[in-house]
């Protein structure tokens, strides 16, 4: 089993910052791309970033030149840096990652328990 441990939400002005790191632990061998997604209420999870194992990333428009995704192989962990935050960015943001237990495994996706993000004046 793999644990994802989030941390770095909160309430936040506009125009904030905020950074979310996501730690995984448990049986791991390897763990392909990670990422970052979101839900507000009365909406459908979206995905904000992602990165593969060798930091190629991609982003949702909406959040383009605004939040930066990086991850440290070492410590499997994956950072979501927020800047100029807006209250449409409110949410509850989850980690995801795609892990492999051993070299035969096909890739397991496993989710961290969510953080709130609250950006309001």
């Known amino acids: 089993q793999v644990q994802l441990v989030e941390s770095g939400g909160g309430l936040v002005q506009p125009g904030g910052s905020l950074r979310l790191s996501c730690a995984a632990s448990g049986s791991i061998f390897s763990i392909n791309a990670m990422g970052w997604y979101r839900q507000a209420p009365g909406k459908q999870r979206e995905l904000v970033a992602a990165?593969?194992?060798?930091?190629?990333?991609t982003s949702a428009d909406s959040v383009l030149g605004r939040f930066t995704i990086s991850r440290d192989n070492a410590k499997n962990t994956v950072y979501l840096q927020m800047n100029s935050l807006k209250p449409e960015d409110t949410a509850v943001y989850y980690c995801?990652?795609?892990?492999?237990?051993?070299?035969?495994?096909?890739?397991?996706?496993?989710w961290g328990q969510g953080t709130q993000v609250t950006v309001s004046s």
């Open positions: 995801n990652a795609g892990v492999k237990h051993t070299i035969v495994d096909p890739v397991t996706d496993y």
């Open positions: 990165i593969t194992s060798g930091s190629s990333t």
